[in-house]
């Protein structure tokens, strides 16, 4: 039984786009609580609360349909791909809780066992606890978690403090939205969709271990706004901005070629409209097919001094995180160079 034949699929567990939730928030008048470090009033990947001087509390939820119909599979992703904006602030997780909407009816019980047992193999990993969850009946399967992480609110990285002259790094290739497009259509090949699969399931776990070692200026992960709509994000900050190498970002397996065949994603043109205006330089339509591609579960972009880079780009290899350069910080606060 295909888990993707219940969904509406539009690409990737695509968002409703750049800031439409915070644009929905904006108007709320929240306590100004002194313990609040970062909520929905910036782009963070997470939020912040302090719990004492040396601890804070990370809070962060995300879930989607199914991008792929093996069950198991499906829940370790939605797992990793919650677990990873924890990881993006250097938090280290400590507990979930599933949301789960599943049309038990026309699929069962089993299904549903299979991508919970998916997720709880992600989560134990991790060192995360499952505490329960909250279902619904819905036609439509969706899986997702709600994680609290805790971190030294010192030491906690942010997603819009670049300084000039760093090193941005890249811990896993792009284009799992292009290729589960491909999968819809029955034109993925094996290797691509191998080579997706095995990007979204992987915990961003390890990196985020290696780049502790190293001072991370700022991070974020790459998820559903797509490569150039995270680097946008942390480009906002008022000291500089960045640049992108497109000659340097890793690609999954033949998406440039299903990009050509028009199998864009729905929330690439989403994150296209919300995000463009942020980006200057060679900006073709096969360069923002690529850049702005709804990415589940994708890795954790960072900014390094450029001293410390190929020291640390060498230390992910060597934990066996794939780990790229692919541009640097610099230049106008607010804007991502392509070139």
């Known amino acids: 039984m295909k888990l993707t034949a219940y969904t509406r699929f539009s690409g ?6 750049p800031g439409v939730l915070e644009q929905a928030l904006c108007g709320l008048a929240q ?12 782009s963070e990947d997470a939020g912040l609360f302090r719990l004492g001087p040396h601890q804070a509390l990370v809070q962060t939820v995300d879930f989607f349909p199914p991008i792929v119909d093996d069950p198991y599979l499906f829940g370790r992703i939605a797992a990793a ?5 924890l990881y993006a602030m250097g938090a280290r997780p400590i507990t979930a809780l599933a949301l789960v909407c599943h049309p038990l009816k026309a699929l069962g019980m089993e299904p549903l066992k299979a991508m919970l047992e998916g997720g709880l193999a992600a989560l134990t990993e991790a060192g995360c606890a499952l505490l329960g969850g909250h279902s619904i009946e819905d036609p439509e399967p969706k899986l997702g978690y709600a994680v609290t992480g805790l971190v030294d609110p010192d030491r906690a ?3 819009n403090t670049l300084e000039p002259g760093g090193k941005l790094l890249l811990t896993k290739p792009i284009g799992t939205g292009l290729v589960n497009m491909a999968l819809r259509a029955e034109c993925a090949s094996p290797a691509a969709q191998a080579a997706a699969e095995t990007a979204m ?3 961003n776990k390890a990196a985020a271990q290696v780049l502790a070692g190293f001072r991370v200026q700022a991070c974020t992960d790459v998820t559903g706004f797509g490569l150039a709509g995270h680097a946008a994000e942390m480009a ?3 000291r500089c901005g960045l640049s992108l190498c497109m000659a340097q970002v890793p690609l999954l397996p033949e998406v440039q070629d299903y990009a050509a065949m028009g199998l864009i994603p ?24 690529l850049l702005f591609d709804p990415q589940t ?3 954790l972009l960072a900014a390094l001094p450029a001293a410390e880079a190929d020291a640390a780009l060498a230390a992910l290899h060597a934990a066996g995180v794939p780990a790229w350069i692919i541009g640097e910080t610099g230049g106008a606060p607010g804007f991502v160079q392509v070139v």
Do not use: V
């Open 266 to 289: 729905e929330g690439t043109y989403r994150n296209r409209e919300g995000r463009l205006k942020f980006l200057r330089g060679d900006l073709s339509p096969a360069n923002l097919d």
């Open 81 to 85: 791909n919650a677990l990873s904006d």
């Open 297 to 299: 579960s994708g890795g």
């Open 31 to 42: 306590p100004a609580y002194p313990e609040l470090l970062a909520d929905f009033s910036g």
């Open 12 to 17: 990737c567990g695509a968002k409703l786009g």
């Open 201 to 203: 399931a992987t915990l």
């Open 236 to 238: 906002l900050g008022d």
């Open 157 to 159: 990285w942010r997603n």
